[in-house]
């Protein structure tokens, strides 16, 4: 099906280059903190997001979730944060996804220059460079056809045809890359299987190609085929994504780690090798 939105076409074909906001070249290596050098395999600029002494308390409470958490993700690599359930996992993801505000501490991005040393101010990670994917998304699918959930709380306003085509372009793009282009965007999103509900609800986080893609369970509650088919889309969203997932199967997503940490209870992060 053609894509409409408010009355006018946009592009149905082909899948356009995707373009990531930040432009500088793939490092699936590390650029693990400040005090650790570069490989010297890598020979560009490349950024990381970083946490720096973030601890968080929720308001009006006493108790700590996240005691002093750091760590560094580079641009383009993918992320697991394992452990126990009520350690702190998802309180670090809302607070990435500016949910909610560290108590004390940083979130942000830093650039570094082919020195390995940064080569400008750090920069805030705003929540307008992530997208956060929850737990069971197809829970809170609102809409009557999957076009409607993508744009649902896009602006209404009439913009010019420019900015409606530029929106259109993004929606083309973010369907065509989670393999969504063989669904018609008619059909009601409550219908569609597992699999293709994970899909949407990536779908509709890549509209707006976020920075840092966050991922909490994502493979929570599929069938074995829809697990292996969300897997063989990560992998492929990788390689345009800085992805961050929160899981407990490791064993699935193993194949997609550069770097993991275990959260251990009390809300302490320690860099570890996943427990295979
Ligand atoms: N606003 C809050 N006030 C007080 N305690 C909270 C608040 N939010 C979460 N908690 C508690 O903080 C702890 C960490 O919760 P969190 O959901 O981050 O854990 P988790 O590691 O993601 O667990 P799971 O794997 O089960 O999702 C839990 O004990 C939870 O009950």
């Not at 356009?16 to 500088?24: A, E, F, G, Q």
């Not at 299987?193 to 509209?207: C, E, F, N, T, W």
């Amino acid at each position: 099906m053609a894509l409409k939105l408010g009355g006018w076409r946009a592009l149905e074909s082909p899948p356009l280059p995707i373009t990531p906001k930040s432009s500088s070249s793939s490092s699936s290596s590390s650029c693990l903190n400040f005090r650790t050098p570069r490989p010297s395999s890598v020979k560009c600029d490349y950024s990381c997001f970083e946490v720096r002494d973030v601890s968080y308390r929720p308001p009006g409470t006493e108790m700590s979730l996240l005691k002093s958490v750091n760590f560094s993700l580079p641009e383009k690599s993918f992320g697991l944060i394992f452990g126990r359930s009520g350690s702190g996992k998802t309180t670090l993801l809302q607070l990435l996804a500016g949910l909610s505000k560290p108590t004390s501490g940083s979130i942000h991005i830093q650039r570094y220059g082919n020195d390995g040393h940064p080569n400008q101010s750090p920069e805030p990670l705003t929540p307008e460079r992530v997208g956060i994917v929850f737990q069971f998304p197809e829970r809170y699918f609102m809409a009557d056809n999957v076009l409607e959930e993508v744009t649902f709380g896009w602006p209404r306003q009439r913009g010019d045809l420019q900015f409606k085509e530029h929106l259109a372009l993004r929606l083309q793009r973010a369907i065509n890359w989670v393999g969504l282009n063989g669904i018609s965007l008619d059909k009601d999103p409550h219908t569609l299987s597992g699999g293709y509900k994970r899909r949407l609800a990536l779908a509709i986080q890549l509209v707006q190609i976020p920075d840092l893609l966050i991922l909490d369970e994502p493979l929570a509650g599929l069938d074995w085929k829809a697990r292996a088919d969300v897997v063989k889309l990560l992998k492929h969203l990788k390689k345009e994504l800085t992805i961050l997932a929160v899981s407990h199967d490791l064993k699935e997503l193993a194949t997609l780690v550069d770097q993991s940490w275990s959260m251990k209870m009390g809300g302490i992060l320690k860099e570890e090798p996943l427990p295979l």
